[in-house]
């Protein structure tokens, strides 16, 4: 059976790069990278999470590639990257520097956005070399370093054992996701989507999360599992933004805040009322608009200038669904 396709048409069709090239991190797997936007324009490097491709950024692109110059690029086993036999947050690390290296010339500065497994990568390359030296700043979207599926609430039981044991095995679950019908749809809304996320963003996701190989599904559950990145969080010293929507059950609130407490840059944490998992589909205005604010507060006025020193200062901003 073939796996679905991305949404062809509307704001969440993938558009088209400027170019695509093949990257090889340090173990031989080969990556699936595109650019998008004008050459010389401010960076922007995008790092999707587990089960979904670059086109879960096609929304971001979209707008980004305007007037920057976006690298989004396929986890290894998702998307157009092939599978490769290790699957671990240091090869997470890996991937993102040998994309940073292949795309960024030496010493620029990009702004870096990451979504759940992609947030992960960044903190697991905090304090690798190339992420030190094209990092500007980063936008951590509905993420979390630790106790992913102790925490997640995809499961309405009360928090313990039998939750944690049964949320494990749901998550790592080797069953095929199949086509993507109208029970999938409502399934993947339910555990990864706010209750009133529209049918097109659903059907994005849907298409995008059912495309992902099951065996490389099952291999990353493997490692989230058991993830835990608290170091990497102490690592990340640049100015760093948390979004979260507030009824997402696989990355709650509680990591958001986990975060923003021991970040050592925090920005502040915006919490989108009603939204879930799926933050850079449900909300992409915002989100987008969180990735120009980075850029023009610390990239692209480091083009310019030096960029002065700010004290860091962590705050919650709530946003009402809509808004």
């Known amino acids: 059976m073939s796996r679905p396709t991305s949404v062809t048409s509307g704001p969440y069709a993938p558009p088209v790069p400027v170019r695509e090239l093949t990257v090889e991190s340090a173990d031989g797997a ?16 995008l790092a999707h999470g587990w089960t979904c491709s670059t086109a879960f950024w096609a929304a971001q692109i979209r707008e980004l590639a305007v007037d920057h110059r976006v690298v989004a690029y396929d986890q290894r086993g998702h998307g157009r990257s092939p599978a490769a036999a290790a699957c671990s947050t240091d ?43 094209h990092a500007a700043a980063v936008l951590l979207c509905s993420t979390g370093a630790s106790r992913l599926v102790a925490e997640s609430t995809v499961l309405p039981l009360r928090p313990g054992r039998p939750r944690t044991w049964l949320t494990a095995r749901l998550l790592g679950s080797r069953a095929p996701l199949g086509p993507v019908t109208a029970a999938a749809r409502a399934i993947l809304k339910y555990a990864t989507m706010g209750p009133r ?6 059907e994005a996701c849907a298409r995008i999360v059912h495309a992902c ?28 933004a948390v979004v979260v929507g507030t009824a997402d059950r696989l990355t709650p609130p509680v990591h958001a805040r986990s975060l923003a407490a021991a970040l050592p840059n925090c920005l502040g ?18 989100v987008t608009g969180k990735i120009r604010e980075l850029v023009t507060t610390y990239a692209r006025a480091e083009q310019v200038t030096q960029v002065t020193q700010v004290t860091p200062v962590t705050q919650v901003t709530q946003v009402k669904e809509g808004a």
């Open 213 to 240: 190989p099951r065996t490389v599904r099952h291999a990353w559950s493997q490692v989230l599992a058991l993830l835990d990145l608290d170091h990497g969080i102490r690592e990340l010293t640049v100015p760093a």
């Open 91 to 133: 090869a997470l690390a890996d991937d993102l520097e040998a994309v940073l290296r292949a795309t960024l010339a030496p010493g620029e500065r990009a702004v870096m956005a990451g979504h759940s497994m992609g947030g992960m990568t960044v903190l697991a390359a905090a304090a690798r070399p190339a992420f030190r030296e």
């Open 30 to 45: 080969r990556l699936h990278v595109e650019v998008h936007g004008p050459e010389g324009a401010p960076a922007v490097v």
């Open 269 to 286: 944490v915006t919490e989108l009322a009603g939204l879930g998992h799926m933050t850079p589909i449900e909300a992409p205005e915002l």
């Open 197 to 202: 996320s529209a049918p097109e963003m659903v």
